[in-house]
T-cell receptor, first 112, second 114 residues
Framework: AQSVTQPDIHITVSEGASLELRCNYSYGATPYLFWYVQSPGQGLQLLLKYFSGDTLVQGIKGFEAEFKRSQSSFNLRKPSVHWSDAAEYFCAVATGYSTLTFGKGTMLLVSP | KAGVTQTPRYLIKTRGQQVTLSCSPISGHRSVSWYQQTPGQGLQFLFEYFSETQRNKGNFPGRFSGRQFSNSRSEMNVSTLELGDSALYLC?????????????FGSGTQLSVL
């Protein structure tokens, strides 16, 4: 069955430091992968997505992610974190039209 | 362009009652999907409607149902509420034409069951 694993429940990063959030997926076919971000009390906003082509995808707010088929991973990165990046981040795989299976999320805390 | 609108923003109900949540998608979008978010289970897919037809369904009991109207607005109903139904319910809209397309989420309805 399809699934998404985000191994880190919480991550604390100093402002200005680099960030990498891990995501592993299990899916039989070519995956359509997404990263969404959720601020407290808000819905989810798409950061970036991968469905084919270049395995390094660029998103909004300076985020990027790399798809590695051999490792079944789709890790999210940012070279320099800002305090406003503090939020919960969700990795997801599309399992149908408008149907996503999400990971449990990683809460990012940014320290001054 | 207005975003996805969910009403009400907050709801408090007691066990055994039923509740209806509403979602208005972005103009032109024909697909509305619903998700339940809880601290323990995370985000779980409930169902998806496209052009008034349920196209996909998650693994939830029959107490959870939905429908979509001709203007693409959608409602979700939960009957015989249980304490475990307390959650943030999110709806998302899209054109529904491709599996890899972006979903636009509303801010959710926070349901508390007492």
């Amino acid at each position: 069955a399809q699934s998404v694993t985000q191994p880190d429940i919480h991550i604390t990063v100093s402002e200005g430091a680099s960030l990498e959030l891990r995501c592993n997926y299990s899916y039989g076919a070519t995956p359509y992968l997404f990263w969404y971000v959720q601020s407290p009390g808000q819905g989810l906003q798409l950061l970036l997505k991968y469905f084919s082509g270049d395995t390094l995808v660029q998103g909004i707010k300076g985020f990027e992610a790399e798809f590695k088929r051999s490792q079944s991973s789709f890790n999210l990165r940012k070279p320099s974190v800002h305090w406003s990046d503090a939020a919960e981040y969700f990795c997801a795989v599309a399992t149908g039209y408008s149907t996503l299976t999400f990971g449990k999320g990683t809460m990012l805390l940014v320290s001054p | 362009k207005a975003g996805v609108t969910q009403t009400p923003r907050y709801l408090i109900k007691t066990r055994g009652q039923q509740v209806t949540l509403s979602c208005s998608p972005i103009s032109g979008h024909r697909s509305v999907s619903w998700y339940q978010q809880t601290p323990g289970q995370g985000l779980q897919f409930l169902f998806e409607y496209f052009s008034e037809t349920q196209r996909n369904k998650g693994n939830f009991p029959g107490r959870f149902s939905g429908r979509q109207f001709s203007n693409s607005r959608s409602e979700m109903n939960v009957s015989t509420l249980e304490l475990g139904d307390s959650a943030l319910y999110l709806c998302a809209s899209s054109t529904g034409a491709q599996r890899n397309e972006k979903l636009f989420f509303g801010s959710g309805t926070q349901l508390s069951v007492l």
